[in-house]
């Protein structure tokens, strides 16, 4: 997909953030100049549109600094500022990829319904694009149907997948998916996971032996793990976020469902609270729409 073709998508994505900003900014954009007496407007257009009291913080302190050294700026100064500092918040340095022999493991965790069987296949596909094997292990054993989804997927785009009969353990499918993948050097195992909610002690647990079985059998892995968000959960999802950070030490956020009803600014406070990188973003079904995040792009579109 072009570039200004998935920047269009990510705008529609955006919608009903933006049009929560431009609600609430319209009468402020309009006024020139803005000044310290306008803050409390802004503060308030940014906490209606999911940042969090803290990330907002962080994303008006430039201006509480420019107030102070020049007391009032332009409306386009303003919107300028605010997308670079959003910008800011939002680059954050992948971990470097460790110099390893194959295969290379990522892990997916997130709630149900996030999206995680589609998104691992979509960057499945992407790795097959360029010419790289992929193996799976669909150790969401809870249902039957992640299992048969990622099955459907593998087919399709080429990968094999290893799996047992659903209500199987997850750590045996992981530990066979270890095997399999070291014994063939496949580049990339791609490690599916049941959707758990954060306050599920034991599943909490269940997914921390899945890591252990994973670092025994292939040391330094998982070299990724990725938290799956649905972009249209809010900032719901940060009490989520931080306790699979706490369980599981994530490295990364992937954003799924990225559609008109998608609430942007909590992808913001996420990355901003957890100091994580957002590595993808998904706005739609097909796999050519889970693309690389781009801060910049994101900002941009959420201000467009």
């Not at 997130?110 to 995680?116: A, D």
């Not at 014994?183 to 306050?199: K, S």
């Not at 999802?237 to 956020?253: D, I, K, M, P, W």
């Not at 992937?254 to 957002?278: E, F, M, R």
Request: proline fraction near 5%; charge should be neutral; include cysteine.
């Amino acid at each position: 997909m072009a570039l200004s073709g998935f920047f269009s998508r990510l705008q529609e994505g955006l919608k009903k953030t933006r049009d929560t900003l431009r609600t609430k900014l319209d009468v402020l954009w309009g006024s020139a100049p803005i000044d310290p007496a306008r803050l409390e407007e802004l503060e308030e257009a940014l906490l209606a549109a999911d940042l969090g009291p803290a990330t907002v913080e962080a994303v008006l302190e430039p201006a509480r600094r420019l107030f102070r050294q020049e007391g009032a700026t332009t409306a386009e100064a303003m919107r300028r500022l605010l997308a670079e500092r959003i910008a800011d918040l939002l680059t954050v340095p992948s971990p470097k990829r460790p110099e390893t022999a194959a295969p290379h493991v990522t892990l997916f965790v997130g709630t149900n319904g996030s999206g995680k069987t589609t998104t691992i296949a979509k960057l499945a596909k992407r790795y097959r694009d360029g010419g790289e094997e992929v193996l799976h292990a669909a150790a969401d054993t809870f249902r039957a149907a992640a299992i048969e989804q990622l099955q459907i997927w593998g087919q399709r785009i080429g990968s094999d997948v290893i799996a047992h009969r659903p209500g199987a353990d997850p750590a045996a499918v992981v530990f066979d998916a270890c095997k399999a993948a070291t014994a063939r050097g496949a580049p990339h195992l791609l490690i599916d996971t049941a959707g758990r909610l954060h306050t599920k002690h034991n599943l909490m647990e269940e997914l921390k032996k899945i890591h252990r079985v994973i670092a025994r059998e292939i040391p330094g892995a998982p070299h990724e793990t990725f938290l799956v968000l649905d972009a249209t959960t809010g900032l719901n999802a940060l009490a989520q976020a931080r306790e699979f950070h706490r369980a599981v030490s994530l490295t990364g956020l992937i954003v799924a469902k990225l559609d008109g009803t998608a609430k942007g600014g909590a992808v913001i406070a996420i990355a901003s609270d957890l100091a994580l990188p957002v590595r993808y973003v998904g706005v739609g079904e097909s796999a050519e729409d889970l693309q690389p995040f781009d801060p910049h792009e994101f900002a941009l579109a959420l201000f467009s």
